[in-house]
């Protein structure tokens, strides 16, 4: 083999690696990926690209896409596109365009080429045919047929490698593991709360703009149908449940809850927001709205999905606190499931936060990586976190305030029994005891 004369193609996600590998290897001298470049500019708002596609910090660094290609300038590299692709073809005329001027500064124009094929993602024919070309042209000095010829395509049985089709290895979640377990360090209390600022912010101190969009009284109390202004333009909603009977009264933040509990607390006395942090009201069936999508979107321009909603959970609390009719103690709070991981960020940095009921939420980050499968991942990922805390340091960070912690789970929504300093409900237990412990 003649290591001076190497080239890489790939298409989808073989089209990234080809990339990937192409703008970090200096061994690769010809580059063809196919159904990969675009530009955010077309993908933020649309078909984001899948994690492994997007890395945090990418935009919010000054990146692009089109920066892979400038790196393995001047040496040829082919764009290929296809006109039915859900990656947008606009998005991959703008990467070959800001590709081209920066291979003009090499006086290497010949060098960038930008070839479109027919039909939807994919390698058709045209396209095929051009990257033989591209490869014949640049490593074979144009000597060779770029055409294709007809080709006997065996079943698949007879492509098998082995007999049953599988081949020993390890998946790829256990390499990532032990990658992990390499890497895993135990980072100080103070570093921990310094990280969830990074991500969640410090509180406002002041009461965000509320603006009351329905307002039905009741003989025990009235609801108020909320639009919370967490940040300047960004209105979340909520819903308060405030008792008519006189004077200051406990108040109670619940993260994204049902209405029953809100108004069973509300009969008891208690003022009580049902908060609804950024992004959980959308539709969660239509990918454009779905956690992973939002959290890529966030941590590209160096955000993150579970911080911004620790920071939501905040604002929640400055709202209560101003009012007239709240008493100055501790505010109590509850959520269920993966809301927990948020209002777990936000009360391990807010001591304004006195006491949380947390149900049904995984037990521990870290967890997800032992597994092949997680589910709602995305809305608990914060970069990098998991090699220096689990989530049980985040309820460190709130002592001595109390967390009731019941019916902990794993990430596939299973509860992992027998874990100490948990709580279990029996078959069928309503949310009586945990509800009765918090409001103590």
């Given at each position: 083999?003649d290591?001076?004369?190497?080239?890489?193609?790939?298409?989808s996600?073989?089209?990234?690696?080809?990339?990937?590998?192409s703008?970090l290897?200096?061994?690769?001298?010809?580059a063809a990926p196919?159904?990969y470049i675009?530009?955010?500019?077309?993908?933020?708002?649309?078909?984001?690209?899948?994690?492994e596609q997007?890395?945090p910090?990418?935009?919010?660094?000054?990146?692009?896409?089109a920066?892979?290609?400038?790196?393995?300038?001047?040496k040829?590299?082919?764009?290929?596109s296809?006109?039915?692709?859900?990656?947008?073809?606009?998005?991959?005329?703008?990467?070959?365009?800001e590709?081209?001027?920066w291979?003009?500064?090499?006086?290497?124009?010949?060098h960038?080429?930008?070839?479109?094929?027919?039909?939807?993602?994919?390698?058709?024919?045209?396209?095929?045919?051009?990257?033989?070309?591209?490869m014949?042209?640049?490593?074979?000095?144009?000597?060779?047929?770029?055409?294709?010829?007809?080709?006997?395509?065996?079943?698949d049985?007879?492509l098998?490698?082995?007999?049953?089709?599988?081949v020993?290895?390890?998946?790829i979640?256990?390499?990532i593991l032990?990658r992990?377990r390499?890497?895993?360090?135990?980072?100080s209390?103070?570093?921990?709360?310094?990280?969830?600022?990074?991500?969640?912010?410090?509180?406002?101190?002041?009461?965000?703009?509320?603006?009351v969009?329905?307002d039905?009284?009741?003989?025990?109390f009235?609801?108020q149908?909320?639009?919370?202004?967490?940040?300047a333009?960004?209105?979340?909603?909520?819903?308060?449940?405030?008792?008519i009977a006189p004077?200051?009264?406990?108040?109670?933040l619940?993260?994204?809850m049902?209405?029953s509990?809100?108004?069973?607390?509300?009969?008891?006395?208690?003022v009580?927001?049902?908060?609804?942090?950024?992004?959980?009201?959308?539709?969660?069936?239509?990918?454009?709205?779905a956690?992973?999508?939002?959290n890529?979107r966030?941590?590209?321009?160096?955000k993150?999905?579970?911080?911004?909603?620790?920071?939501d959970i905040?604002?929640?609390v400055?709202?209560l606190?101003?009012?007239?009719d709240?008493d100055?103690?501790?505010i109590?709070a509850?959520?269920?499931?993966?809301s927990?991981?948020w209002?777990?960020?936000?009360?391990?940095?807010?001591?304004?936060?006195?006491?949380?009921?947390?149900?049904?939420?995984p037990y521990?980050?870290?967890?997800a990586l032992e597994?092949?499968l997680?589910?709602?991942?995305?809305d608990?990922?914060?970069?990098?976190?998991?090699?220096?805390?689990d989530?049980?340091?985040?309820?460190?960070?709130?002592?001595?305030?109390p967390?009731?912690?019941?019916?902990?789970?794993d990430w596939?929504h299973?509860v992992?029994p027998?874990r100490a300093?948990?709580?279990?409900?029996?078959?069928?237990?309503p949310?009586?005891?945990?509800?009765?412990e918090l409001?103590k």
């Amino acid at each position: 083999m003649d290591s001076e004369k190497i080239g890489c193609t790939g298409c989808s996600g073989g089209g990234t690696l080809t990339t990937y590998i192409s703008a970090l290897d200096p061994r690769i001298k010809v580059a063809a990926p196919a159904c990969y470049i675009n530009s955010w500019r077309q993908l933020f708002a649309g078909p984001t690209g899948d994690s492994e596609q997007s890395f945090p910090f990418f935009l919010s660094s000054g990146l692009d896409v089109a920066d892979y290609i400038e790196l393995f300038a001047p040496k040829p590299w082919l764009i290929n596109s296809t006109i039915g692709d859900f990656f947008p073809i606009e998005g991959a005329r703008h990467a070959y365009q800001e590709a081209l001027d920066w291979y003009r500064i090499y006086d290497a124009e010949d060098h960038i080429h930008w070839a479109v094929g027919p039909g939807p993602h994919g390698t058709p024919l045209e396209i095929r045919e051009a990257i033989y070309e591209w490869m014949i042209r640049w490593l074979k000095d144009g000597h060779g047929n770029f055409r294709e010829e007809p080709a006997e395509l065996l079943p698949d049985f007879d492509l098998l490698a082995t007999q049953t089709g599988q081949v020993e290895g390890r998946e790829i979640y256990q390499v990532i593991l032990e990658r992990f377990r390499q890497r895993i360090t135990q980072g100080s209390s103070e570093q921990l709360s310094a990280e969830i600022r990074k991500w969640a912010g410090d509180r406002a101190g002041q009461a965000p703009l509320v603006h009351v969009l329905n307002d039905t009284p009741g003989e025990v109390f009235r609801t108020q149908q909320l639009a919370l202004e967490v940040e300047a333009g960004l209105e979340i909603s909520g819903t308060l449940y405030a008792p008519i009977a006189p004077g200051r009264k406990p108040a109670v933040l619940l993260v994204h809850m049902d209405t029953s509990l809100a108004e069973r607390l509300a009969a008891q006395g208690a003022v009580v927001l049902n908060l609804h942090p950024r992004g959980v009201e959308l539709p969660s069936h239509r990918e454009i709205y779905a956690a992973a999508t939002q959290n890529i979107r966030a941590w590209v321009i160096g955000k993150n999905l579970a911080g911004m909603r620790a920071f939501d959970i905040q604002r929640g609390v400055d709202a209560l606190v101003a009012r007239p009719d709240v008493d100055a103690g501790p505010i109590r709070a509850a959520a269920r499931n993966v809301s927990g991981v948020w209002l777990l960020m936000a009360a391990s940095i807010d001591s304004r936060i006195g006491k949380i009921w947390l149900d049904g939420m995984p037990y521990s980050l870290r967890a997800a990586l032992e597994v092949p499968l997680a589910r709602d991942l995305h809305d608990a990922m914060i970069p990098g976190f998991a090699l220096h805390w689990d989530l049980e340091d985040l309820v460190k960070a709130m002592a001595p305030r109390p967390v009731i912690w019941s019916d902990p789970t794993d990430w596939v929504h299973k509860v992992v029994p027998h874990r100490a300093g948990f709580l279990y409900r029996y078959l069928g237990e309503p949310d009586d005891r945990f509800v009765a412990e918090l409001m103590k």
